[in-house]
């Protein structure tokens, strides 16, 4: 039993579900946190029970705030469409004693969600899927288009600053704390290479042609939760890094995800490629939501996105095997490294296809 599954009980029993916990099975999708899923007998709701990973969410009273602003806002705006605030919008379960968290005795952050029905989170696109993915991380966008940016805090500091990302790996290289650098000499020879396009964005900030707006930061086709039937969007999950930032980096990361014709973790290189054709769907239903709101510079920016976001998680997965696998779960000793070769692989092949994705985008202008 993991260090996290002595307390999922416990933490269960802390919070105010309809029915007593009975049994839980962990769920692996995500990177980050430990997310169980919790049952309390037939006939009753199903619960997500989360253990925040403090390592990372150094401040989880604030990241909680972040999270229970965004899904009240957004639950406003589910009730004012006609929608279903029990499954469009992430329902967040307080504790017994009105808390956002059950703290447990080595002080892990335990909190907990309704589980939604008959919805399916997807570590694979297909077309249908990801043009509903679109759509839904598009929509989300609008929903929090008025919300009070400056009251979210920064969950994690330069999040998306793909400068700040490079310079994080090139420490992470220079240190090579555990002597690994030797056996990706080429892979990081080649990422560090690729320091002149990280200003692409923040030039674009600068200047004022590339906006800040609240977005969601982590739009990987897993964190948006689709009807198991008809592939609709039905609800964004994983709202820890809601804070301002480009609509580039949502465009982006999805597109680093989704539009890959092999896993983030494929090893047979051969079969990572960047698939123009889902580029080009997840761009339609992206737009769709959001071109009317949209600079041209944005319109034009989104192939740098992708690619710049598949940069920097590159360099993210690369840094964390070097720094010795501290940050992203791994399920292998060089699971990391083989993220990083995966994602290096689609950067190659972004490079080539530049042209191809800045003319599917120029048809938006
Ligand atoms: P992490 O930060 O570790 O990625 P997430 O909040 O994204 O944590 O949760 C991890 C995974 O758990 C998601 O990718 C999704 O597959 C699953 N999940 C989370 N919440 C739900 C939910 N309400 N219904 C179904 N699956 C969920
Ligand atoms: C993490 O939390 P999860 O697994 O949805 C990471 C993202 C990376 C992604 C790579 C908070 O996402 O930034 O792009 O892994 N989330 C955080 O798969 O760092
Ligand atoms: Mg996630």
Known sequence: MSEAEKYVMTASAAFDFDGEPVSFYRCNAGHINDTFFVQCGEGRPEYIVQRVNTNIFKNPEQLMENIYGVCEHVKKKVIAAGGNPERDVRKIIFTKDGGKYYIDEEGGYWRAYLAIDHVVSLNEADKNSFYKSALAFGHFFTQLADYPAETLHETIPNFHNSKSRYNDFKRAVEEDRLGRAKEARELIDFA??????????????????????????????????????????????????????????????????????????????????????????????????????????????????????????????????????????????????????????????????????????????
Do not use: W
């Open 192 to 365: 560090l290479s690729k320091e002149d396009k990280c200003s692409y964005i923040l030039d674009g900030i600068k200047r004022g042609d590339i906006r800040i707006c609240v977005t969601h930061n982590d739009t990987k086709l897993n964190n948006v939760l689709l009807d198991e039937k008809t592939g609709d969007g039905v609800c964004v999950i994983d709202l820890d890094t809601v804070m301002p930032g480009s609509v580039l980096y949502d465009f982006g990361d999805s597109i680093r995800f989704g539009a890959s014709t092999a896993r983030e973790d494929e090893t047979d290189l051969d079969k990572v490629e960047m698939d123009l054709e889902m580029f080009e769907i997840f761009t339609k239903g992206f737009l769709e939501e959001l071109r009317p709101t949209m600079t041209d510079a944005e319109v034009l920016g989104l192939p740098m996105g992708a690619y710049l976001m598949t940069y920097e998680t590159a360099v993210r997965f690369l840094g964390d095997y070097l720094n010795g696998d501290t940050y992203f779960k791994i399920h292998y000793p060089t699971h990391n490294l083989d993220r990083a070769k995966n994602q290096l692989k689609l950067i190659r092949d972004m490079d080539k296809k530049m042209p191809e994705m800045e003319e599917i985008v120029r048809r938006y202008l």
